[in-house]
């Protein structure tokens, strides 16, 4: 599981869902809440924005993650293969991601270490705790 600090900078709200924006070590993160009894979040809350490693998609172009919203430049420290599933290490900003990618997928984005890629996490894949 991933687990990069932050501060909440905005807070929507709309009828059962809210969503925050965060300053976090790896860069700037949006993440959707179905509201429960959230009155423990405000603007400039300190909290950790927690991801899994299968949520945080890479792409070698900006371009090719432009739908998505939470999109982070980082660069490859390190690749791990194993038999089936690959760890791929990233140094974002001041933080660091991890990523499991298959292997087929690995070849196919032909990523190396120390390159320059983009990650993606939706919104709905981020949990928040305080």
Known sequence: MNRVKGKVSRLLEDGNFSLLQLETEVGELHLLLIKSHNDFIQEGKCVSALFGHASVKIFKEMSLASSLENIIRCRVESISRGKILSTVRLSCKDGKVESYLTNISLEK??????????????????????
């Open 109 to 130: 984005i032909k990523i190396q270490e120390d390159q320059e890629v983009y990650i993606a996490i939706s919104a709905f894949d981020i949990m928040i705790e305080v």
